[in-house]
């Protein structure tokens, strides 16, 4: 059974960091394309980040480049997304996905974890 358990999340205020964590297990993790999905409330999904298999080639939605960093561990089985200069626009559920196909900048998904609230005010 696919299992994808994100962590990290919490209430900031606007400007600071969190590291968002997703440990996945019931597939082989180091073969599959990854994604972080966010959704707002009152708001549809939205695509945040990919990455491929091996952690080589990373995307990122406008809104968060040079704020937001995805990396992953093959060896751990997890995925990270590192959230620096946080703004209240940041404010969603996140969630950790895995790939339904190689492309890595939409919001498909083949299995979608139960995501973590960040929560971005002051």
């Known amino acids: 059974e696919v299992q994808l358990a994100e962590s990290g999340g919490g209430l900031v205020q606007p400007g600071e960091s969190l590291r968002l964590s997703c440990a996945a297990s019931?597939?082989?993790?180091?073969?599959?394309?990854m994604k972080w999905l966010r959704q707002a409330p009152g708001k549809g999904l939205e695509w945040v980040s990919g990455?491929?298999?091996?952690?080589?080639?990373?995307y990122y939605t406008d809104s968060v480049k040079g704020r937001f960093t995805i990396s992953r561990d093959n060896a751990k089985n997890t995925l990270y997304l590192q959230l620096n200069s946080l703004k209240i626009e940041d404010t969603a559920m996140y969630y950790c996905?895995?790939?339904?196909?190689?492309?890595?900048?939409?919001?498909?998904?083949?299995?979608r974890g139960q995501g973590t609230q960040v929560t971005v005010s002051s």
């Open positions: 019931g597939f082989t993790f180091s073969v599959w394309g």
């Open positions: 990455i491929d298999s091996g952690g080589s080639s990373k």
């Open positions: 996905s895995r790939t339904s196909s190689p492309f890595l900048r939409d919001t498909a998904f083949a299995y």
